[in-house]
């Protein structure tokens, strides 16, 4: 949640790139189609959904939610499988019913 200049709060999604000048992921990410829809997210969020919904285990695991060599966030006890698989569907649902400046 982030506030806007009149103090309303609203979703927000932050895209950051750690390589040194950027690798060009973000950007493909945000880059609009001709119509000015966001496919390449939309697409993101809908493969990454199918992964975390697909996944076979309980809560999280290395397939799915925990990155590798991460020593502050891979904890079971803050990541959730099915809320991360909520999380992505509604994202979807608001990107795919949205005009093109959600998508
Ligand atoms: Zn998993």
């Given at each position: 949640?982030?506030?806007?200049?009149?103090?309303?709060?609203?979703?927000?999604?932050?895209?950051?790139?750690?390589?040194?000048?950027?690798?060009?992921?973000?950007?493909?990410?945000?880059?609009?189609?001709?119509?000015?829809?966001?496919?390449?997210?939309?697409?993101?969020?809908?493969?990454?959904?199918?992964?975390?919904d697909l996944c076979?285990?309980?809560?999280?695991?290395?397939?799915?939610?925990?990155?590798?060599?991460?020593?502050?966030?891979?904890?079971?006890?803050?990541?959730?499988?099915?809320?991360?698989?909520s999380l992505l569907t509604?994202?979807?649902?608001?990107?795919?019913?949205?005009?093109?400046?959600?998508?």
């Open positions: 949640m982030v506030a806007d200049e009149r103090g309303a709060f609203a979703q927000a999604v932050y895209l950051y790139d750690t390589e040194p000048g950027g690798s060009g992921v973000c950007q493909l990410l945000v880059a609009q189609d001709k119509h000015g829809r966001h496919t390449n997210f939309a697409e993101a969020v809908r493969v990454m959904g199918q992964k975390v076979n285990c309980e809560v999280a695991c290395p397939k799915c939610l925990m990155q590798y060599g991460c020593t502050a966030k891979n904890s079971l006890r803050t990541l959730s499988r099915q809320q991360v698989t509604g994202a979807l649902t608001l990107i795919e019913s949205s005009g093109p400046d959600m998508q």
